[in-house]
Nanobody, 123 residues
Framework: QLQASGGGLVQAGGSLRLSCAAS????????MGWYRQPPGKLRELVAS??????????RYLDSVKGRFTISSDNARNTVYLQMNSLKPEDTAIYYC????????????????WGQGTLVTVSS
């Protein structure tokens, strides 16, 4: 239900834009975001954005602040991650995440995950 795109190979200092569209029977979204998993490391939150009716706030990993920008198109249930001034340490598989309520199974915040898109930054 989550289709991510936009990864690829880029030189250090370059830019990439990731997109992730949520489809299917999604009635409401609490938040959307991006995680990444560098080689040999744990998955970490890169950026997230809450829906306006959930506060509309954004969060960023400290190391990407000022370089990455998350945004969303609520009408299309799509989230974007604009990545500028990329560094080799940004190399990772990037995963799209959408948080939805699943009150039918008693879960207030349920995570949906995309398939992952590889971002490689060469030095």
């Amino acid at each position: 239900q989550l289709q991510a795109s936009g990864g690829g190979l880029v030189q250090a200092g370059g830019s990439l834009r990731l997109s992730c569209a949520a489809s299917g029977s999604i009635e409401s979204i609490i938040a959307m975001g991006w995680y990444r998993q560098p080689p040999g490391k744990l998955r970490e939150l890169v950026a997230s954005i809450r829906r306006e009716d959930s506060g509309g706030s954004t969060r960023y990993l400290d190391s990407v602040k000022g370089r990455f920008t998350i945004s969303s198109d609520n009408a299309r249930n799509t989230v974007y991650l604009q990545m500028n001034s990329l560094k080799p340490e940004d190399t990772a598989i990037y995963y799209c995440n959408v948080v939805i309520p699943r009150l039918d199974i008693g879960v207030v915040a349920y995570d949906l995950w995309g398939q992952g898109t590889l971002v490689t930054v060469s030095s």
